[in-house]
Nanobody, 117 residues
Framework: QVQLVESGGGLVQPGGSLRLSCAAS????????MNWYRQAPGQQRALVAT???????TYADSVKGRFTISRDNAKDTVYLQMNSLKPEDTAVYYC???????????WGQGTQVTVSS
């Protein structure tokens, strides 16, 4: 079982940048596909970006060209670099690890990102 701890959220002005980090422990990091989700008030949790153990990435249309997901398998950490932030990016951001063989997902506690002037 993997444990996930997110960090890096905060308040930023529109057009600004933030980098979220998610540190994993308790299991073999490369067994997991890593994801970032977000949930805005009154909305369902939505997938933002995905990265496989080999580094293949996919993004939601709403963040393509602005967000970059990456992972450092030596540090058991996944990142989400967020640039050109918009007020509509305001949400709680969650890190998720998906184990393909067991089809099990694990979640972090979430980190708040607020984009406001």
């Amino acid at each position: 079982q993997v444990q996930l701890v997110e960090s890096g959220g905060g308040l930023v002005q529109p057009g600004g940048s933030l980098r979220l980090s998610c540190a994993a422990s308790g299991s073999i990091f490369t067994l997991y596909v890593m994801n970032w989700y977000r949930q805005a008030p009154g909305q369902q949790r939505a997938l933002v970006a995905t990265i496989t153990s080999g580094g293949s990435t996919t993004y939601a249309d709403s963040v393509k060209g602005r967000f970059t997901i990456s992972r450092d398998n030596a540090k058991d950490t996944v990142y989400l670099q967020m640039n050109s932030l918009k007020p509509e990016d305001t949400a709680v951001y969650y890190c998720s690890a998906y184990n393909i063989p067991t089809r099990t997902s694990y979640w972090g506690q979430g980190t708040q990102v607020t984009v406001s002037s």
